[in-house]
């Protein structure tokens, strides 16, 4: 069907589509997600090096703009739900919310709001930007294998495997993921193991360069457990929802757009990057879907986890003013 990132949105088709017809599958959702992202953030440590630290500072002004329009962004579609819709303004707004599915969950039943309809609009925009938002970027992939960092090709060791390089990586990437799983922090399991790798990888530890096969079993592991979210139920919720699901998420993947703009004349970012880290979708997937359409998966992840970050520091607080 020439899907932009066909690993992961063809099981999130496919998976959609069983649930659609009621069926229900037992499947490890939790280890799997667990190793799909230390496997995935552990290809994007390996693009580390040692340039990235001008990197990194160069981050800074584009990482707080994706931040302050996503907030804005964010609580913006929040009004318009509330004002157009039957929705009560607490539901509108952490529903709107560009944050993680199961982050905006869990703050609905701490606030006790309507955590089906949430979930729905969550689960929806996601869905929608993981679709429209690389549909538009694969116009502008440049289809290369890396990122230009050292003249576009991995800057990682291609010769003979070394089981030493084998077991640094592995255990750097197991161990990081762990960590950041433990951490509870959002999106910690990716981070970890990014940050774990790609902070050796930058000191110059020689690493053991994997089979691109592994990424993308790691790819097809991050639609399913994205899939699983849209079961019979919710489908049969949507037709009720209908109305703000195509609000919410119109509005956020035109907001998408514009910040994209935005970035691309402020930085010498191409046009997949740009558009990619403007999308108000999740970290896990957009830096996947980077990696494997030739944009720049360390400038996408970074810009999704401050992103993240601030996202979910301010709404909570803010939520929580507007309920006094």
């Known amino acids: 069907m020439r899907f932009p990132a066909p690993n992961i949105l063809g099981p999130l088709l496919a998976i959609s589509l069983v649930s659609a017809c009621g069926l229900k599958v037992s499947f490890p959702e939790n280890t799997v997600s667990f190793f799909s992202k230390v496997i995935i953030g552990a290809f994007i440590g390996l693009r580390f090096d040692q340039n990235c630290t001008k990197l990194l500072r160069d981050l800074t002004w584009p990482a707080i703009i994706v931040s302050l329009w996503m907030l804005g962004s964010s609580v913006g579609c929040g009004m318009l739900l509330y004002h157009f819709t039957n929705l009560p303004s607490t539901t509108a707004l952490v529903g709107s919310t560009a944050g993680g599915i199961t982050e905006m969950a869990l703050l609905a039943m701490s606030l006790e709001a309507d955590v089906a309809s949430i979930t729905i609009l969550q689960v929806f925009r996601l869905a929608g930007s993981m679709f429209i938002m690389p549909l538009l970027a694969a116009r502008h992939a440049s289809k290369r294998s890396g990122i230009i960092l050292n003249n576009g090709t991995l800057p990682c060791e291609t010769d003979d495997l070394n089981i030493w390089r084998y077991l640094v990586f592995v255990s750097l990437a197991f161990i990081g993921g762990l960590m950041g799983t433990l ?5 910690g399991t990716l981070l970890g193991s990014m940050l774990s790798v790609g902070l050796f990888r930058a000191l110059g530890m020689p690493m053991w360069s994997p089979p691109k096969i592994f990424q993308s079993i790691a790819q097809i592991g991050v639609g399913i457990t994205i899939g699983l979210y849209i079961t019979k139920d919710t489908l049969q919720q949507l037709y009720s929802m209908l ?10 993947i035109v907001c998408g757009i514009i910040l994209s703009y935005v970035l691309k004349r402020i930085t010498n970012w ?3 990057t740009c558009l990619l880290s403007a999308s108000p979708a999740g970290l896990t997937q957009m830096g996947a879907i980077a990696d494997e359409m030739g944009a720049n998966p360390i400038i996408v992840s970074l810009m999704h986890t401050v992103r993240l970050a601030s996202i979910l520091l301010v709404i909570p607080l803010l939520v929580t003013i507007l309920l006094d």
């Open 183 to 187: 951490s509870r922090i959002p999106a």
């Open 243 to 252: 109305g703000p699901v195509l609000l919410l998420t119109t509005g956020m």
């Open 270 to 272: 191409d046009w997949a």
